[in-house]
C-alpha cells in the first residue's frame, strides 16, 4: 500500500473514530471540565492567542488546524524554480519535507464539553481532517511547480499513527515533532522515493543503519508558546515531556567511498530546529536507517528556512561533491515568513550566484574598510551585472549592511547581508548578492561593526542561464 491509498484509508478511519472515541475520552475527562490551568485563556477573542488546555497537559492553538495552504510568494516561488533547476543540472534530486499542521495529530482527543462554544468546537467535525489534508495538499503542489518533489509527511504520519496508536507524532507543548514523527517522515521520504525514484534509491541505498537511544532526556519548555500564553496564564507551568536523544550506528560497516573514489554524501539535509541538534529529533537518524546511507546533516538551528541552504552551499564545492538527494525540510508555519520577513528575498539573492559555475568578472574595486565605506564605480562597466562579490581580507563579521545607490533616482536599495535569521556565532570574511538591477549603479556603501584591513568588491555577469 503507497502513502497516498494509506491516507485515504486512514482518513477513513479518522471519520469513523472520531466519534467513538468521544465516550473514552470524556470518561478519561470526569471532573476536568472547568479545571483548566487559565480558563480566562481558552476563550480570548485574539484569534491568535486562543489555545485549548488539555487534561493530559497539551497545549494546542488555533493555527495549528489550519486549514489554509501555506503559500510562498510570488517572488520566492521564481526563486524556489531558479534553485531546483540548478540542483538538477548539477545531478542532485530536490525535496522538500515540509510538516503538516501539527493539530490533525489531536483531532478525536479533545473534550467536547470543553471545547464547546469556542473556536475549537468544529474540531469535532470529521470534515477537519479532510479539509487539513486539502491545504496540506495545497502547499505541496505550489512547491512542486518549482520542480521540487514533494512527499506527503501528512499521509506518511496517518499511516504511522493506525500501525502505532500510541505513537506521539508532536510534543504536547511544541510545534515540533516528536522523535515518533521524524521517523514517520522518514518512511515517507524512502515510500516515496521507492514509489518514484527507484533507481536513485537503489543507488543511495548501499548501507544498513540502526537508530540507537543514546539518552532519554526531559522537554520543559513551551516550545513556542511562552511568550503568547504565559502573557495570559502566568501560572501555567508545563509538566516535563520525556524524550529519546536518537543516534544512528552503521551494521557491518563498510568502506563509504564508492569505486570511482567519490566520498562526498549522497543524501544532505538542509533544515532548520526540526533536524538540527542539539537536541536530535530524529529525523537525520531516521533518515539514514531508512534509506540505507549517511546522510550528512547541516540544518541549523534558528536559521530560518533558508539558513542552512545558504550555510551549505555557501560552503560546499557546487562543482564537485554534491550529493544525489538534497532534502530541505521547511516547517510549515515558517513558509509565510518568505512573505513578510525582508530578510529572506535578501537570502535568495545571497544564495543564487553560489550556484553559478561560470561568470565573467566586469569589474573590481579595492579599499581600506572602515565603519562606513562608500566605493564609487563606473555604471559603464557594469552594464548586464548580476552580482556583487564582497571579500574581506581579516575583517570577519555576522552580517553587512549594503546600499546601492543608482544614477538619476532618489531610491536607494538598503539590505543586510546575513546567512540566518537568528542571531548566530557564524563569522564570514565573504558575501555574494545578485543585483536586480545594474544598469546606472553608481556607488555602494558598506556599514560594518568594525574597520580592519581591505574590502575587495568583484562584480560579475553570469555565463549562461542561472
Not at 17 to 46: H, I, M, W
Not at 398 to 408: A, D, P
Not at 412 to 437: C, G, I, P, W
Request: hydrophobic share 35%; net charge neutral.
Amino acid at each position: 500500500m503507497n502513502i497516498k491509498t494509506a491516507g485515504q484509508c486512514v482518513l477513513f478511519f479518522f471519520m469513523l473514530t472520531l466519534f467513538s472515541s468521544r465516550a473514552n475520552v470524556q470518561q478519561s475527562l470526569s471532573g476536568t471540565a472547568g479545571k483548566l490551568p487559565c480558563e480566562n485563556y481558552l476563550n480570548r477573542t485574539d484569534s491568535a492567542r486562543n489555545a485549548y488546555f488539555g487534561p493530559d497537559n497539551q497545549i494546542v492553538g488555533e493555527s495549528q488546524f489550519r486549514t489554509d495552504p501555506y503559500l510562498p510568494p510570488t517572488e520566492s516561488l521564481i526563486y524556489l524554480r531558479r534553485i531546483s533547476v540548478a540542483l538538477k543540472k548539477r545531478g542532485i534530486l530536490p525535496l522538500i519535507v515540509t510538516t503538516p499542521p501539527e493539530g490533525f495529530a489531536f483531532l478525536g482527543k479533545l473534550d467536547p464539553e470543553t471545547i464547546k462554544g469556542t473556536i475549537f468546537e468544529n474540531l469535532s467535525s470529521p470534515r477537519m481532517l479532510s479539509k487539513i489534508q486539502s491545504g496540506y495538499s495545497k502547499t505541496l503542489l505550489s512547491f512542486q511547480k518549482t520542480g521540487f518533489e514533494t512527499p506527503n509527511i501528512l499521509n506518511a504520519m496517518l499511516l504511522h499513527q493506525s500501525k502505532t496508536p500510541d505513537a506521539k507524532l508532536y510534543f504536547k507543548h511544541d510545534a515540533h515533532w516528536h522523535p515518533d514523527g521524524t521517523q514517520a517522515a522518514a518512511l515517507g521520504v524512502r515510500s516515496y522515493l521507492l514509489d518514484n525514484f527507484p533507481k536513485l534509491f537503489s543507488e543511495i541505498n548501499t548501507e544498513k543503519y540502526s537508530v540507537i537511544t543514546k539518552e532519554m532526556i526531559m522537554r520543559t519548555s513551551l516550545g513556542g508558546w511562552d511568550g503568547v500564553i504565559l502573557q495570559s496564564c502566568p501560572d501555567h507551568k508545563p509538566l516535563p515531556e520525556p524524550f529519546p536523544i536518537l543516534a544512528v550506528e552503521q551494521v557491518n560497516p563498510v568502506a563509504s567511498q564508492d569505486l570511482l573514489g567519490n566520498n562526498s554524501p549522497k543524501v544532505v539535509v538542509v533544515g532548520t530546529s526540526y533536524s538540527s541538534k542539539p537536541p536530535e529529533f530524529g529525523f537525520v537518524p531516521y533518515l539514514s536507517e531508512a534509506l540505507g546511507t549517511e546522510v550528512l546533516n547541516t540544518s541549523l538551528n534558528g536559521g530560518g528556512p533558508l539558513g542552512a541552504m545558504l550555510a551549505y552551499f555557501f560552503n560546499a564545492d557546487v562543482k564537485q561533491d554534491m550529493p544525489k538527494l538534497l532534502i530541505w525540510e521547511i516547517p510549515n508555519f515558517t513558509i509565510p515568513v518568505w512573505s513578510y520577513n525582508p530578510l529572506s528575498s535578501t537570502m535568495f539573492r545571497q544564495l543564487m550566484p553560489v550556484f553559478s559555475v561560470q561568470n565573467k568578472l566586469l569589474d573590481s574595486y579595492s579599499t581600506s574598510l572602515k565603519k562606513t565605506t562608500e566605493v564609487n564605480v563606473s555604471p559603464r562597466n557594469l552594464i548586464g551585472a548580476d552580482f556583487i562579490k564582497f571579500n574581506f581580507d581579516t575583517f570577519r563579521t555576522r552580517e553587512v549592511k549594503v546600499i546601492l545607490n543608482y544614477e538619476n533616482t532618489d531610491h536607494n536599495e538598503v539590505l543586510t547581508l546575513k546567512h540566518s535569521h537568528a542571531n548566530s556565532d557564524l563569522m564570514l570574511s565573504q558575501y555574494f548578492l545578485e543585483l536586480k538591477r545594474s544598469n546606472g549603479l553608481k556607488s555602494i556603501r558598506l556599514e560594518t561593526a568594525g574597520e580592519v584591513g581591505q574590502v575587495r568588491l568583484d562584480i560579475f555577469r553570469y555565463i549562461g542561464v542561472n
